[in-house]
């Protein structure tokens, strides 16, 4: 089997699991207890802790445990907006009618972002909070221009993607995080697919940052969320308290220790896999680009160097994942997220992608594990797996 899916998810580390072993077992005390296995798997959780928020260059406070992105990204939004309404509420008192300038306090994100972070801002606007969604450009980045235009002396947060899961795409998040503080926003910004990025929360400017241990070769199931200090948050777990407060249950040990283990991997690897994955991204683009009717999406310099999203015209996604899956080669239509809708995807719609591309598009995400080899094998395989469905798609015509 040929492995194109990492962007989805990655296999376990070995060196990880090795990390996370005797939690599993030996050392299984709840780290709220007081006895002496309790101590020991609350000592191990806060060396974790301490490790990520090293590696972040945050205090050990900052740094709080979730169960993946999806449930970070959800805090990180839904919990500071609710934080801060509920901050103006109290300013004013409960007996006093608010004015609307204050109630109707106003998001950014943009209509390019994971459905974690599309879905928690409906939300909000259920709750009448007012959402702007920013236009991405042609590449699916998100210009520092375009966010200046849409501040209002309402605006409260600004939700961004460090890089975009289908295509790739790595935003300015510095310029974008100082322009959100120069109109006194907070930024968060989803970094689950930037383990191979510069993760420096001080050097990238933001308040919020989400991580999720699948994506960096960490166990399912775990996350991080960084909360600058003094940023507003509510939880949306309550219970026994954990995690100072916001994030009550308990704590997956094992998984947690195995997520900072990831953290210190990957980010101690980085500069020589990127080297490795671009070379391999390289070959892996010239070769697709020609096949007749075919063409890159996402930004063509500034790009994770795993990420190769491609579209075909004339082919449907969801056929060629099936063809190329007969033939042991996992790859992707979109992300996995949206993989089972027939829709093109709307991170490839607000790039404003034909649809006679966007219904043919390909996501590989080469990793760790990926081989110049594998690369050949996939180059062999995909031009006659397309040419076979569009010719199946003449003869239904």
Same mark, same amino acid.
């Given at each position: 089997?040929?492995?194109?899916?990492?962007?989805?998810?990655?296999?376990?580390?070995?060196?990880?699991?090795?990390?996370?072993?005797?939690?599993?077992?030996?050392?299984?005390?709840?780290?709220?207890?007081?006895?002496?296995?309790?101590?020991?798997?609350?000592?191990?959780?806060?060396?974790?802790?301490?490790?990520?928020?090293?590696?972040?260059?945050?205090?050990?406070?900052?740094?709080?445990?979730?169960?993946?992105?999806?449930?970070?990204?959800?805090?990180?939004?839904?919990?500071?907006?609710?934080?801060?309404?509920?901050?103006?509420?109290?300013?004013?008192?409960?007996?006093?009618?608010?004015?609307?300038?204050?109630?109707?306090?106003?998001?950014?994100?943009?209509?390019?972002?994971?459905?974690?972070?599309?879905?928690?801002?409906?939300? !909000?606007?259920?709750?009448?909070?007012?959402?702007?969604?920013?236009?991405?450009?042609?590449?699916?980045?998100?210009?520092?221009?375009?966010?200046?235009?849409?501040?209002?002396?309402?605006?409260?947060?600004?939700?961004?993607?460090?890089?975009?899961?289908?295509?790739?795409?790595?935003?300015?998040?510095?310029?974008?995080?100082?322009?959100?503080?120069?109109?006194?926003?907070?930024?968060?910004?989803?970094?689950?697919?930037?383990?191979?990025?510069?993760?420096?929360?001080?050097?990238?400017?933001?308040?919020?940052?989400? !991580?999720?241990?699948?994506?960096?070769?960490?166990?399912?199931?775990?996350?991080?969320?960084?909360?600058?200090?003094?940023?507003?948050?509510?939880?949306?777990?309550?219970?026994?308290?954990?995690?100072?407060?916001?994030?009550?249950?308990?704590?997956?040990?094992?998984?947690?220790?195995?997520?900072?283990?990831?953290?210190?991997?990957?980010?101690?690897?980085?500069?020589?896999?990127?080297?490795?994955?671009?070379? !391999?991204?390289?070959?892996?683009?010239?070769?697709?680009?020609?096949?007749?009717?075919?063409?890159?999406?996402?930004?063509?310099?500034?790009?994770?160097?795993?990420?190769?999203?491609?579209?075909?015209?004339?082919?449907?996604?969801?056929?060629?994942?099936?063809?190329?899956?007969?033939?042991?080669?996992?790859?992707?239509?979109?992300?996995?997220?949206?993989?089972?809708?027939?829709?093109?995807?709307?991170?490839?719609?607000?790039?404003?992608?034909? @649809?006679?591309?966007?219904?043919?598009?390909?996501?590989?995400?080469?990793?760790?594990?990926?081989?110049?080899?594998?690369?050949?094998?996939?180059?062999?395989?995909?031009?006659?797996?397309?040419?076979?469905?569009? @010719?199946?798609?003449?003869?239904?015509?």
């Amino acid at each position: 089997m040929i492995y194109l899916d990492y962007a989805s998810a990655t296999p376990v580390d070995a060196r990880v699991l090795k990390e996370m072993e005797s939690f599993w077992s030996a050392n299984f005390g709840n780290p709220s207890s007081a006895h002496p296995a309790g101590k020991n798997a609350k000592e191990a959780l806060e060396q974790a802790r301490a490790r990520a928020a090293e590696l972040l260059h945050a205090k050990a406070e900052e740094i709080i445990f979730t169960s993946g992105g999806t449930e970070g990204i959800n805090l990180a939004i839904l919990g500071t907006a609710r934080a801060k309404k509920q901050g103006v509420m109290n300013s004013y008192g409960a007996s006093n009618r608010l004015r609307p300038s204050e109630t109707n306090l106003h998001i950014i994100t943009s209509a390019a972002e994971h459905e974690s972070v599309l879905e928690a801002c409906r939300q !909000l606007e259920q709750e009448g909070f007012s959402i702007t969604y920013l236009p991405v450009d042609e590449n699916g980045m998100i210009q520092p221009a375009v966010l200046e235009q849409a501040f209002r002396p309402t605006t409260i947060l600004v939700s961004l993607m460090y890089a975009n899961n289908e295509v790739g795409t790595i935003n300015p998040i510095k310029g974008l995080a100082a322009a959100a503080h120069r109109h006194g926003a907070w930024f968060h910004t989803d970094a689950c697919q930037a383990g191979l990025l510069d993760l420096n929360v001080h050097e990238l400017g933001v308040d919020v940052l989400s !991580l999720n241990a699948s994506k960096i070769y960490g166990p399912k199931g775990a996350g991080l969320l960084y909360v600058r200090q003094d940023t507003p948050l509510r939880p949306l777990l309550v219970g026994g308290g954990q995690e100072r407060g916001f994030r009550s249950g308990t704590e997956n040990v094992p998984a947690i220790l195995g997520f900072a283990k990831a953290v210190e991997l990957i980010q101690g690897e980085r500069t020589e896999e990127n080297q490795r994955l671009k070379k !391999l991204r390289d070959i892996a683009i010239s070769g697709i680009l020609k096949i007749p009717f075919s063409r890159l999406n996402g930004h063509p310099t500034a790009c994770l160097p795993g990420t190769i999203n491609v579209s075909f015209r004339d082919v449907e996604a969801r056929f060629l994942v099936e063809e190329l899956g007969k033939q042991g080669i996992c790859a992707a239509a979109g992300s996995a997220c949206t993989s089972k809708s027939l829709e093109p995807s709307l991170v490839l719609t607000a790039m404003g992608i034909p @649809a006679s591309y966007a219904h043919g598009t390909l996501r590989l995400t080469i990793g760790r594990q990926t081989t110049e080899q594998d690369i050949r094998q996939l180059l062999r395989v995909l031009p006659t797996a397309i040419s076979k469905l569009r @010719a199946s798609s003449r003869r239904a015509l």
